[in-house]
């Protein structure tokens, strides 16, 4: 069955879908570096520099071990007004909208960003859209929502963070998919196209491309350093003395890593 192209029903001088503006994504020697960064340290340090609301909050890992560090591109689920793109065989519509379009936009490295208001009856996506997410590359999803077709999802391999599954399709319950690429929020959490999503099994943080190097700096260290801490605190060290480093604890830590570069 086949569908002829359509004009989605919008007030005079509003185009759907809404497209974002250009963006750049990080760069791959950046990516790499934040990949052995954790979302718990990466949250902390953030907090540490003034970045408070980094983190997803709601979002579970449907597979719980993996990890993804990437990209953010972003879908922008809005609230269905009976006037705007509805009507009869919505479903069908549904292909001329935000939802098919930032597909199109997927390269590799990309983590698809779905604003949908903690809607537990909404899927934003199934396994057609996950397929070609998949195809093109794509790394990770994160709705602060639901998905469809969570049994033929689960052989595609594709890491989802998500508050639960559904049989729904995108715009059978009360949301409408609005725009693609353009500043969303999850949870609350301000995700702008370009910033670096890291995904693991505590949750979600987003950490804006522009502190990135920093924040990779930061956590690598204080990552370095726990890995000190934890193998002297599994010898029986003083927990005060190892965690956080105090002074005397600092001293051991940098003698240690000069030992460790040798």
Known sequence: MSYKNTTLIAPKGLDLPIEGAAFTRPDPALMRKMEAVSTATASAEMHRMGIRQTFIQGPRNFRPGTKVVGSAITLQF????EDIGSGAGQEHKEKFTALWHVFNTVQPGDV?????????HTGVLGEMLTTVFKHKGGVGVVIDGCFRDWPNIQPIGTPIWALASTPNYASQDKLFPWAYNVPVAL?????LPGDIVIADDDGVVVVPQQMAEQVADLTLEHEDWETFSRMKLTEGGELF???????EGEKEYLAWKAAQSK
């Not at 809005?78 to 007004?81: C, L, N, S, T």
């Not at 698809?112 to 537990?120: H, I």
């Not at 003395?241 to 002074?247: D, G, H, M, Q, S």
């Open 78 to 81: 809005m609230p269905q007004r």
């Open 187 to 191: 949870s609350n959490v301000l995700v």
């Open 241 to 247: 003395k190892y965690y956080p480093l105090n002074e």
């Open 112 to 120: 698809l960003m779905v604003q949908a208001f903690g809607n537990l």
